[in-house]
């Protein structure tokens, strides 16, 4: 069983930053793929960003050019920077890990971290 721990969420202001983290307890490099998604109220959970393992990445299109998604060995971390927040940003973000076991991919979730965009 894969655990996630994220953190980093919380208020931010219109226009701000936060950085959410994402620690895996299995090395990230037998992980296929890692993402955030994120749920708001009433809406169904969409992909935000997403990185392989060889570090090619997707963004959802309402977050190109303000998010930016990468991976610290070292630290055996995902991160997703978040700059320019908007209100409709405002959600439950969940990090996520893919990884391909005897042929079929599992996927494993974080508990969520909520991220409010308010003034």
């Known amino acids: 069983q894969v655990q996630l721990v994220e953190s980093g969420g919380g208020l931010v202001q219109p226009g701000g930053s936060l950085r959410l983290s994402c620690a895996p307890s299995?090395?990230?490099?037998?992980?296929?793929?890692m993402g955030w998604y994120r749920q708001a109220p009433g809406k169904e959970r969409e992909l935000v960003a997403a990185?392989?393992?060889?570090?090619?990445?997707n963004y959802a299109d309402s977050v190109k050019g303000r998010f930016t998604i990468n991976g610290d060995s070292a630290k055996n971390t995902v991160y997703l920077q978040m700059n320019s927040l908007k209100p409709e940003d405002t959600a439950v973000y969940y990090c996520?890990?893919?990884?391909?076991?005897?042929?079929?991919?599992?996927?494993?979730w974080g508990q969520g971290t909520q991220v409010t965009v308010s003034a």
């Open positions: 996520n890990a893919r990884i391909n076991m005897r042929g079929e991919y599992q996927d494993y």
């Open positions: 990185i392989a393992r060889g570090g090619s990445t």
């Open positions: 299995v090395s990230i490099f037998s992980i296929n793929a």
